[in-house]
């Protein structure tokens, strides 16, 4: 019986090592598979036969738990993968769990304004276009003397301001003032010959008149009385020669009075006398001769619109346009920038500098610009470019004119 004994307790020994065998293996499977494994304890259960199954149960539930780990950090795993991308895009793209399990719509939209916000904060600011140039008058009058004469008097000097029809200068023709002279003795003379060819028509129409009552009453002949017609005839044509004589009097001393009245140079427009070359005593040759010369009295030049003309480089020239604005500054004046704007583009290229010409129109330009002063301009070209065009910038160095920063 004792042998009995011993051989069940052996059987039983036996079985109990085969469960736990069963059980480390189980326990390296599922410690392959857990992230973070916990420490798992194989000793041996106590020999006691009613907690025989309590290690199967707890490899169970450890089990459980272990995959239960595995799947809630593989969809932590999988979450943070999805909102990496949107991590690149700024702390502003970031997409919450929470949000997300909210619901798609939302957050997509979010993501979507978000997108558009930060492209249109990053796009590329105004292009600018630079170039150099010099002020130019474009009313500029050459003064001459329309007739020859010897000058008396001059009466401006050079940078005087002049308004049109102001005397510049006198001169002095006697031959001139003689033709004048002339002319209205002629006036006077072909006047008397009307006077006298007046008369003549008076008489010979009195002398037609009695002559037709002779021959009404068969006193007089039928030659006579066409005797008479015919010398009022004549008479008539007489006067008739008499009146264009008078006219053509008139003409003449219109002619000479012009030519007197010439002598006394005018202003033709208002400007300032830029160039002065009349001197008292002086004889000057006519216009036409003068010309051919190259001997004016002077230059009078409207600086109340000044332009100026600057140079571009002709890889711009798809980007010019009338009413593009800028600004510009003067060698002059450095600290005083003013507005500019483009009103006219050069229909031709230049072909030794390889540049655009661009007419500009000023706008509240530094007070004393004079022509010729050299410029620096700056054109913006962009979608805002528009925005300031009538605004002065405050210095030359300023991105823009009138332009917020948020704005480009």
């Known amino acids: 019986m004792f042998e009995v004994a011993i051989s069940a307790g052996s059987a039983m020994f036996a079985g109990m090592n085969t469960t736990s065998e069963h059980d480390r293996d189980l326990a390296a499977k599922l410690r392959s598979l857990s992230i973070e494994p916990a420490a798992f304890k194989t000793e041996p259960p106590k020999p006691h036969a009613r907690r025989r199954t309590i290690p199967g149960a707890m490899l169970v539930l450890a089990a459980t738990a272990s995959l239960a780990a595995v799947l809630f950090n593989g969809a932590e795993t999988l979450q943070r993968i999805e909102t990496a991308p949107a991590g690149f895009l700024g702390s502003d793209l970031a997409i919450s769990a929470d949000r997300m399990e909210g619901g798609g719509g939302p957050a997509v939209g979010g993501v979507q304004a978000l997108i558009e916000d930060r492209a249109k904060s990053t796009a590329a600011p105004p292009r600018e276009v630079t170039g150099s140039g010099y002020v130019v008058a474009p009313d500029v009058t050459t003064v001459f003397s329309k007739y020859d004469g010897r000058i ?234 528009g925005v300031g065009a009538h605004h002065p910038p405050s210095s030359f160095e300023a991105p823009a004119f009138g332009l917020r920063k948020d704005e480009g």
């Open 152 to 385: 008396v008097a001059v009466e401006v000097e050079a940078g005087d301001s002049v308004v049109a029809g102001q005397v510049l200068v006198r001169l002095d023709d006697a031959g001139v003032r003689f033709s004048l002279r002339g002319a209205e003795i002629a006036r006077q003379a072909a006047v008397l010959a009307l006077a006298g060819r007046t008369i003549d028509l008076a008489q010979a129409r009195s002398s037609l008149a009695r002559t037709e009552r002779l021959a009404g009453r068969d006193a007089m002949s039928a030659q006579a009385l066409e005797e008479a017609k015919t010398a009022v005839d004549k008479a008539e044509n007489a006067a008739l020669q008499a009146r264009q004589d008078v006219e053509k009097a008139e003409l003449e001393i219109d002619k000479a009075r012009e030519q007197v009245e010439a002598l006394t140079v005018r202003a033709p427009i208002s400007g300032i006398v830029t160039r002065l070359n009349a001197h008292i005593g002086d004889t000057m040759l006519s216009r036409q001769d003068s010309v051919r010369e190259d001997q004016s009295l002077l230059t009078i030049t409207d600086t109340a619109s000044l332009v100026i003309d600057a140079d571009v480089a002709e890889a711009n020239i798809a980007l010019m346009r009338p009413g593009l604005p800028g600004e510009a500054v003067l060698d002059g004046f450095p600290g005083q920038p003013f507005a500019i704007e483009v009103s006219k583009i050069a229909p031709v290229i230049s072909r030794e500098k390889g540049t655009v010409t661009l007419r500009l129109s000023l706008m509240s330009p530094p007070a004393g610009m004079r022509p010729a002063m050299a410029a620096r301009i700056r054109l913006v070209v962009g979608e805002e470019a």
